[in-house]
């Protein structure tokens, strides 16, 4: 959420869009969904794949060092983040999704406030 906020931050400053449109906060959740999982979930899940998919009878991979020694060698540093489209496709919608939903529920819930404070009542 801390990403979303700050990215929320940026888009508002740079489109000068309100922040709490909805639009601005579909874009802040695209691009923090895509920064979380360019730098955390791809890399560590190509990591953790490699490691438990090594054959039983021969082992491919001493632990985390010795994976990334090797993939740096034989892919280069951005061997890391192969299959990157396939990972933020699966991980991208929910967090999309559910920020978005978030702030229309507020919104819809500020607007049911906004309509029972302006009744009078008698």
């Known amino acids: 959420m801390g990403v ?5 931050g940026y888009v508002t400053n740079a489109t000068g869009w309100n922040r709490k449109d909805t639009k601005t ?6 691009e923090a969904g ?3 999982t360019a730098v955390t ?16 009878d021969a082992k491919l991979y001493d632990g985390f060092a010795d ?8 892919d280069g540093v951005l061997g890391f983040w192969r299959g990157f489209i396939p990972i933020w496709a699966r991980f991208a919608p929910k967090p999309a999704g559910h920020d ?6 507020k919104h819809i819930n500020q607007q049911g ?10």
């Open 34 to 36: 895509f920064f979380m």
């Open 67 to 74: 994976l990334a020694k090797t993939t740096v060698h034989a």
């Open 113 to 122: 406030w906004k309509r029972r404070g302006s009744r009078s009542s008698g």
């Open 25 to 30: 906060s579909s874009v802040a959740a695209f």
């Open 4 to 8: 979303y906020d700050m990215t929320k």
């Open 41 to 56: 979930v791809a890399l560590w899940d190509m990591i953790c794949t490699k490691l438990m998919n090594q054959p039983t």
């Open 100 to 105: 978005s939903v978030i702030v229309w529920v």
